[in-house]
């Protein structure tokens, strides 16, 4: 059999190494509960079979398909903290304050940001949005910073996805200006000693919210703000801001900071996609335009389209362009932005492809001689892409990985996890025990800093501290929900798997295998040549089906099905989609992974 796949009987279809080095498995479900799903409201069984298979129950199954803020939004009020954090933001609208927010350069935290921004604003205050520069402040607040802020005439200072942990930079502010937190970052104790920090993921939190993003604390905090004036009586006579309108940039958040898309977040994303589809916000509608995204948006689209954009300037440019363009009102402005960061996101591109070859083969080399988690730095690395190789060094080798760039003597990384790892509280353990200058997380990921000889000494803690990385096997599996044959792949069956979405993080979404089908074209497309397509044919002929490959794929993956262009049949596996092209539904399939069959 030629190289590339491994098959064994108790694998799905026999693949236990695929060509991308995965072990292939069907996602179980219980079937009784499948059909009594499919039964009660008359769904395809497949779409009952898909849901039992995510650990939705009978009862669960109607709210999961349709779910409502109505039904799933909680009262703010049960967060900690939430009814001091309205009361003062209500004060500064009622005196018209000056407030500074100080958010984060991730898509997150620029949603956040914006959020706040916007809401305050709309209720009359001089709003000073700050975003610091990831390479000379680095995350979080800090001291100059904040100084600078309260200068220029903040009374108040709401800290957006950073600030639990930063209880030293915020003691600056004492008797300049008070301050209010709004995060969910992991707390390492007690809050700061400041006016409120509400945080679902504080240690006496009881709300159970703990899988919010800091976006969607932030609406929950307008939420009660509002309801403060509308208490006083600050609306007889004028117009409440639209908050249901913000969900876009709630759902952007949630997808990109990949919380999990069950319960309240479901709700929030779905809505938020519906306002998102308003195309309302000149700046998201510019950078869909400018990223060919015409279709409806979807938790794709966020995660994949608008996310990285935004996300590149805090990378590797201007770490508030994100923010700047959530808030562009004029579309002139907005498609300006949009295309500086569609230009930033290439450059990013091209500086992760510089290293990424580099930091996987040390990666292998640190694996082959017994290190349980790679640690991989390298002078002048940029500190903006460093996450985005470990992410990948995670996927290839199935194990916890951290990734630095030195710059100064100093080594600025980050790192990413497998599940059941807790690679965050590793990296706060380190940092307590005097290893670190500097780092945090949560389990599937964190950041760092120390200096760069002390490097080894942080691998040797890793090892010993994430020892069980060692016992993980080489090749991550991958769960398949169900083969299909060519020929049965319509626009209706597609409709159907749809109403499962929106799809990420505690709601995955389908992958389907066809098995031995035939590769009859590949061609490289895209600005750079970076996507592959294919044209899928079943064995016997007849049925045909495009399929893409997107760029940053795994290279033995495009290689192999470059090859098997008109060769011998293959199984490939990925997720269904369905467009409109000029009013004709257009079928095809995402790749996730292919497999050689095995011979006859």
């Not at 919010?212 to 208490?231: G, I, N, Q, W």
């Not at 966020?302 to 808030?327: H, K, Q, T, Y």
């Not at 949009?338 to 290439?346: E, F, K």
């Not at 997107?550 to 290689?559: I, N, Q």
Request: charged content about 20%; hydrophobic content about 50%; proline content about 6%.
């Amino acid at each position: 059999m030629p190289d590339g796949t491994v098959l064994d009987a108790g694998a799905a279809l026999g693949v236990t190494a695929s060509l991308s080095g995965r072990h292939w498995r069907w996602r179980p479900a219980d079937e009784r509960i499948a059909l009594g799903i499919a039964q009660r409201l008359d769904l395809p069984e497949l779409v009952g079979r898909l849901l039992a298979a995510r650990g939705v129950g009978l009862d669960d199954a109607a709210d999961f398909l349709a779910p409502t803020l109505r039904a799933l939004l909680p009262d703010p009020s049960v967060l900690a903290d939430m009814d001091a954090a309205a009361e003062r933001l209500a004060r500064a609208a009622e005196t018209a304050e000056t407030v500074a927010v100080f958010g984060d350069y991730d898509v997150d935290g620029a949603c956040a940001g914006a959020l706040l921004t916007t809401v305050l604003r709309a209720l009359g205050c001089t709003v000073l949005p700050y975003v610091p520069d990831r390479l000379t402040e680095g995350y979080g607040p800090n001291g100059p910073a904040l100084l600078g802020l309260a200068e220029r005439g903040a009374t108040l200072v709401v800290c957006v996805d950073c600030g639990t942990a930063a209880a030293d930079a915020l003691a600056v502010l004492a008797g300049r200006a008070e301050v209010v937190i709004l995060d969910h970052h992991a707390a390492q104790g007690p809050p700061p000693p400041v006016l409120a920090t509400v945080n679902p993921n504080r240690l006496d939190c009881p709300s159970r919210l703990g899988q919010l993003c800091a976006a969607a604390v932030a609406f929950m905090a307008a939420l009660a703000t509002v309801r403060v004036l509308r208490r006083h009586g600050c609306f007889t006579g004028r117009t409440e801001p639209d908050l249901l309108g913000l969900l876009d940039l709630v759902a952007l958040a949630t997808v990109c900071d990949v919380m999990p898309l069950t319960g309240l977040n479901r709700a929030l994303v779905g809505q938020g996609l519906r306002v998102m589809a308003r195309r309302a916000r000149p700046g998201l509608a510019a950078l869909l335009a400018v990223a060919d995204a015409d279709g409806p948006p979807s938790a794709f689209t966020c995660g994949f389209v608008l996310g990285p954009r935004i996300n590149a300037a805090g990378r590797i440019s201007e770490c508030d362009l994100g923010l700047r363009l959530l808030l562009a009102e004029d579309p002139e402005e907005a498609r300006l932005l949009a295309r500086q960061l569609d230009g930033i996101n290439r450059q990013r591109q091209v500086v992760e492809a510089g290293l990424l070859d580099l930091a996987l083969a040390e990666a292998a080399a640190q694996i082959a001689a017994g290190h349980a988690v790679p640690v991989v730095a390298g002078q002048g690395w940029h500190p903006g892409v460093v996450g985005i190789v470990a992410g990948r060094i995670k996927e290839r080798f199935n194990r916890p990985a951290c990734v630095a760039g030195v710059a100064d003597g100093v080594a600025r990384g980050s790192g990413r996890s497998v599940p059941g790892i807790d690679l965050g509280a590793a990296v706060i353990a380190a940092r307590q025990s005097g290893l670190l200058l500097t780092g945090g997380g949560h389990a599937m990921a964190a950041g760092f800093s120390l200096p760069a000889a002390s490097v080894p000494v942080f691998q040797d803690w890793l090892d010993t501290r994430l020892a069980a990385a060692a016992a993980l096997p080489a090749a991550a599996e991958l769960a398949l929900d169900g083969a299909l044959d060519l020929a049965a792949v319509m626009p209706a069956l597609v409709e159907s798997v749809g109403r499962l979405a929106p799809f990420g993080a505690g709601n995955p979404e389908p992958v389907f295998v066809l098995p031995r089908v035939r590769v009859v074209r590949a061609d490289a497309m895209g600005r750079e040549g970076g996507t592959l397509r294919l044209f899928l044919q079943s064995e016997s002929g007849g049925a045909r089906l495009k399929a893409l490959l997107f760029r940053g794929a795994d290279e033995r993956l495009v290689a192999a099905l470059r090859n098997a262009a008109g060769g011998l049949p293959v199984h490939v596996c990925g997720h269904l989609r369905l467009d409109a092209w000029n009013g004709t539904p257009s079928l095809w399939l995402q790749v996730r992974d292919a497999a050689l069959c095995a011979p006859p």
